[in-house]
């Protein structure tokens, strides 16, 4: 059973005891499962009493907002109207109920703590309708504290949309939900996220990506293995978004390009980075399109400070 497997290994407990921000996958299950039963059973171990789970919202691909993100994102459009389009997709959004529903239940979901702020929006567009990126870890996180017969934590979702303004290339926004997350900052408070690094091949890259690339999976992985080290050291040791935003977005097509400066931003100056595991998956069969297709499926941990760990293979 993979929680077993997750059982075994104690590595995840030193970053979570250092205030360290896990991120995991949100890929298909076969992929992802390990990954996040690892940093379930490590907030588990932790004993924490409230775990802010920072999820992405799709901007880009779910039907509520895939217009609006066009029209934001369109240089041709006019300012007024990108300005509106922006506006409305900008911010961290809460689920429309206090309640989320799963194969073992229905999980409570708390926004009591949140302090009040502009910045943290309610679903009044539905644009969490088809978001899923916290549904899978969720649902483990119900079931092993089921088997341990424990009480959830208090869960308090917020998922991240635009943070970056098209218009003037500003990320004030990640720096206002950040000072949010921060204020419910204790001992027994853990943050986490999600985020799948990479989306690469059939269906997401241009041709001008994926010309003069590699196709074997071992030299991909080496390829932006190496890119994700550049661009995690602009975002969190530099704290340069701005230069970040376009790799992230059009080269590594990574679904946390809104959320990684939130996160940088929740762990301040000289904060570090450790790859846990990277690997990529398969998703050609999955969306019925021809090789290459692959979503990478990692785990990190975003450190207030460098812890220095290797990374685990997994």
Known sequence: MVFSRAEEATFLDHFINNGAIL????????????AQSRVVVALYRAGVKRI?????????????????????????????????????????????????????????LVFSPLPKSDIIRQNKQQLLEEEFSLDTFLSLLDY???????????????????????????????????????????????????????????G????????????????????????????????????????AFSELDQFLNNDQRYLLPVISECVGNNSGYDIISFQLSDYAAINKVYTPCFVASSLIAYNPQPIGSKEQGI
């Open 52 to 108: 802010v789970a920072l999820g992405v919202l799709h901007v880009w691909g779910h039907t509520a907002s895939s217009s609006l993100y066009r029209q934001a994102m369109n240089e041709e459009e006019s300012p007024s109207l990108r300005r509106d389009a922006f506006s409305a997709l900008a911010g961290a959004f809460v689920p429309p109920h206090p309640f989320l529903q799963t194969p073992f239940g229905v999980i409570p």
């Open 23 to 34: 991120s995991f996958p949100h890929t298909a299950l076969h992929y992802a499962a390990l």
């Open 204 to 243: 997401y890259s241009p041709k001008e990506v994926m010309s003069g690339m590699p196709t074997a999976k071992e030299e991909l992985e080496k390829v932006f293995r190496e890119k994700i080290d550049v661009i995690l050291n602009l975002v969190l040791k530099h704290k340069d978004y701005v230069q």
């Open 144 to 202: 092993y504290y089921l088997l341990h017969n424990q009480s959830l934590p208090e869960i308090v979702p917020l998922y991240i949309g635009m943070t970056r303004n098209p218009l003037t290339d500003s990320f004030e926004i990640a720096s206002q939900i950040a000072r949010v997350i921060q204020k419910l900052a204790s001992p027994e408070t853990a943050v986490v996220a999600t985020g799948d690094v990479v989306h690469y091949g059939t």
